[in-house]
């Protein structure tokens, strides 16, 4: 178990049980630690320990323990049953289908969700329990040994065998939780936020009513804050659905449009009603539905046709209707038996056609004449096969005016835009043609790739009923071209800084995906019942036919044990090749069963690492979000003018090979998930090779830069999760190459990102924008740092404290292999110090000695870092003008010249992996988000970087304090950490650097 | 789809005889300079290319061919394309644009209810497609959609009817520009492929064309109007037969069609007809009867 990701689950358990539980300590104990912390903080600042500030790390940041022992001890006993239903749902469900690192992680998020109720339950059911917990915890602040903590738990477990297998299973979660939570408990204590307690508490379960094809309804509850895709993959797993990425659901929203269900956004925030009812549908018609593997999958898609032509979704002639309803009732009821008259009345009964008559009554008995001998199966193909030919097929039509306000339909599907002026079509855009879509309020715009003949790109403009409709269809549109057009689907672009347009983007698998996935599927053919013939199917080479019962037991039971087993053998049981073929989907097959054992194995601790990270609070939507955000595609899109250095440091986390894992110096807890990530980033890796041939767009996509005040709190959520409505614009740029071969070998992959980020150095100064000129390259230099953590994102608090109105620069790493540009605060109002933050050309440079030694020690494993450098003098240029400032001609010598004292003091997370040889990160994205107040100028600067398939998002938040008087700095700094931790309760404080710049006062003159 | 089936499979040939009144239809303000000279047709070497092109498709093709008799009082009504719109077991019977061609479809619709097609009506009755107008020569037909070219003779309303009836294709409307027709400028030239006329206004339409499909399309480009409208016929033993304009009407394009691999080119004269704006397709209905289905 990875008490790393663990950690923060643990804390907020924890508290709920202190909240539960009036006589545990700790809550009192906080106070006193608070202010014995910012004591020790003062005092112990430049020691090297940096015990005082070590409190405010969470406790993963220091050199963990080997906890390996206590994987097995957790593992055992849930492997032998007491899984609960929920969580095998999510063992089975998701891994079947994924093949990606994203959804796997989606799967983890959901886990975790599990994992809190469980908790919760436990907490309400079992004082007892956490009494018991509780001992064990305070003997392992005592001793923190990981053989004391496992002694712990096998005598704690003696006692649960007499609880009930629920409390059981709970317990098993409580027991290998404890020693995190030992240590957890004296240092993370403090950042505890209170918010916290209370939303956990409020997790309720809904009820969820789901229409399938067939008409039936189909019941589930959920917890209320779960994501879209939970209960996709509930309804799926219900209806044994394996080749699930076709499919999505709907829901009707309150101005009455039915909308798809985002997988990756909270259900409650998008029906934003209180009527949780959906409907299962076909969301990407396939072209040719001949090559789904299943005749399960062939027959919910003739479910859904059957559906779209009666009610004249997809028009059809008379002829058609009848053909298709006649394949409709061999599928239903076999062969046509002229002795019973049920047919007849059966049909009158059915609607094939929104205007149907007799004579189509019997028109489609003749019909139905002609296919004895047709299996179910291959009469659902014949119908398919008639009905894809139709030209209305797949085509999700929405209403639009054209610029000279005539009423037109806009129809989306699997080639492109199509344009219908009442039935007729009067121009098409196949998805190569189209270079870009957006809308803006009501808009809705395609730009056009220039024709041979012409020189410039068009833009067609069409005008919806409202902005809801067009952002309905510019998401139809992206979801559209990614399927059917990409052979991965395309990370949400979260270049541009500070637009507040969606950032949405396809999530799931593009259909060249999930046919490869779907070639992999060698699960007997799933048997399944015809509703209303209740025949069952049988496949088309006449499968054995087995009772459903069977089916369900044996589908739905899968590998529960997969999840927590991860070094017995005996979770090796057939059913688990399944897994392998999703999860894995993309690696290559020849491995032995070890080597696939070892994978699940490592996935299962990912898994559980996950269960125990973070509850899913509101910041969480964004994890699933970060990790398809990885792909270095926007770097290209993102035209970072002003290089700066970011990235630096190792992250030993994405090691590909095997072997460099072993000296890792962590404990195996790390290398089993270095191992995960190895996985992971395999089947990550389309998206990276897209990246790759990305076409170089260089233009500066700078809309309508918003003003951000305050609160860049719910201003980033806003942007990150929210469905709001205040997302008026939003584009897309669909041209990314699709000749992407899925067969790379890590070696390329690397190999290929260094080539991207040599291409991006260089196009750096070439792509500068104009724009970036006013933006002051303090605001954009941002400290070099940081850990990387496979499964947290960091968040580092850059404390500084200035006197005079000097930027606080912090250091700047000369060795970084890789050179980031990071998106400028574009269109941002300059923060006050601004002007100042030019001046840091200078003292940067003075400061750089200062810099490479911290750098330097991050690669050390020590728990914490400080450094006290030399005082450094810094010159201080004091010019108005930014765009002056910015020019390398600046005599210096000729303006004022004010020294200041500076002082760095680096406090750091140990870094869970210590080896140079990591493999840099490619920027994705970066935000800058700047508030003020009075005397405190806060710049949160949010990168989200992708690293080996994986995606971190790290928020770097500077706080610039100016005073005339003096300020107490260390209660500023223990403020300021306490602050970060609360608003971001998912993350963790990686790296706190403390720069204080004093103006030796007249000192020179 | 039942009746979506590649282009050029058919059993059955609709003619209609060339009257007397031959070129002797009421002045078509619509109609080039060239054509409005009645002198200049000769009603006897008209009826002997009909004789000639029927001859080609019963004889040659081996379709069964139904001849209508001519009627005097009809002097186009040998144009017998334009009257109807064939797809599969359905007839769509269109509304012409001159007032005095509305009559021709009767004998026509008799014709086709005989074999069994479903006959549709533009209806003027309904008051929707009351200004409707479509002329079947403006209608493309390639198997898998339809064209029709919005011309001086057919307009939207009338391409929005088609629409309606044959609901299982897609129906886009193209421009025709310079007042010919889209058949004049192009026609099916095998299942895949169509043969277009090399003049800019064609250019034109088939760029729209190219635009507006999904599928693709060979294009065999001739340098003649006249050649490009061609009639494409998969014989019995499914066998290429290319009904075209033989090179004293079309001298240039000649070559082109000698292109087409192991085709069987009926080179036939067109020239009378062609003079009032017609052509080889014009004066012939295609029909496939042996449906699988039906």
Redesign the interface.
Known sequence: MTTEAGTETEVKEKAEESAAQPDQIDQSEKAPEETKEVVIAEGDKKEKEGKGISRYLPSWLKKQKSQTQTSPTKDDPTSDEAVGNETEQKEGAPPEVNGHAEEEEEEKEEEKENSEQVNQKEAELKADVKEETETVREEKVEEEKSEDKCAKEETKAVPEGEKTEEQQKELVKETSEAPAEGEKETQTSLFQSPLKLVRKNKMKLVVCHVTLLDGTDYTCEVEKRVKGQYLFFKVCEHLNLMEKDYFGLTYIDNHNNKCWLDPTKEIKRQIRSNNWQFSFNVKFYPPDPSLLTEDLTRYLLCLQLREDVACGKL??????HA?LGSYTLQAELGDYEPDQPKPLDYMSQLTFAPNQNKEMEEKILE?HK?HRGMTPAQADAQFLE?AK???MYGVDLHHAKDSEAVDIMLGVCA?GLLVY????????FAWPKILKISYKRNNFYIKIRPGEAEQFESTVGFKLQNHRSAKRLWKVCVENHSFFRLNAPEPPNKARFLTLGSKFRYSGRTQAQTRVASSLIDRPAPNFERTSSKRISRSLDGAPVISITDTSAGENGREPHLELNSDSKSSVHGDNIYVRHSNLMLEDHDKTQDEVLKHQASISQLKRSFMEAPPPSPPQPNLWEKRITSSPATIRVQPQPVVTVSQTETSPVEIVTPEPKEPVKTAEVEIEETVVVQEVSKTTKPVIVTVEKVPSEPVVKIEEAMTVTEEEKSCKRESVSSESESEEEAEYHPNVSISISHTQIPEEKEEEIEEQEKQVKNDTPADLPPITQDTPPAEVQEVAEETKDVVESKEEVVVVEEKPAAEPEMEESTDDPMVTPEEAPNGLPLPDDAPDATLEEEPKMNGQPVTVETVETERHPQVICCTEPPVVKTEMVTISDTFAAQKTEIATKEVPIVHTETKTITYEAAQLEGNGDAEPGVLMTAQTITSESLCTTTTTHITKTLKGGLSETRIEKRIVITGDCDIDHDEALAQAIKEAKEQHPDMSVTRVVVHKETELADEED | MANICPYGRFTHAVVRGIPESFGKAPHDEHQNGEQNGDASVDLAKAQRQFGCLTGALRQKVGLQLIEIPPDPDLPESWRIEDVVVIQGDTALITRPYKQQRRTEAEAVRRVLSELGLTVVEMGEEEGGSGGATLEGSDVLFTGREFFVGVSSHTNRRGAEVLADTFRDFAVSTVPVCGGARLKNICSMGGPDTIVFSNSEGAKKTLRMMEQLTDHHYEILTVPEEAAANCIYIKGASKRDFLIHRPTEEAPESTAAFQKLQDYTLLPTACSEASKLGACLSSLCLLINRKHSFF
């Open positions: 028009p059809c002639s008379f002829v058609t053909l019909l002609s008639n030919k139709l030209s080639n002026k009442d039935k007729l079509r009067i121009n098409r």
